[in-house]
């Protein structure tokens, strides 16, 4: 697995699983989801993925740091519709 690809995994595995880290997670993924699809397109993938790097995710912040947004998003996008769903963050473990 490339360095990156185990980034965005560990990330998304502690994402949207049991416990007060995944309630957190759901209630950042609520709230960037602006227009409430339950999708997240990229400028909300980014907030979201802001939100935990400001709660202290170091995968986060690496993807922060090195503007690499667009790579995580099209990584955990399986289905590639242009959305990122809760399913598809969960199913990164």
């Excluded at 994402?15 to 397109?41: M, R, S, W």
């Amino acid at each position: 697995m490339s360095t990156f690809k185990a980034i965005v995994a560990s990330l998304f595995a502690i994402a949207l699983t049991a416990g007060p880290i995944a309630a957190h997670a759901q209630e950042v993924f609520a709230k960037v989801d602006v227009n409430g699809d339950g999708g997240l397109d990229l400028a909300e993938f980014t907030g979201f993925i802001d939100a935990a790097a400001a709660a202290g995710k170091p995968n986060a912040k690496k993807i922060q740091a090195n503007q690499f947004y667009a790579k995580a998003f099209a990584r955990v996008d399986k289905n590639k519709d242009g959305l990122v769903t809760k399913n598809e963050i969960a199913a990164m473990r």
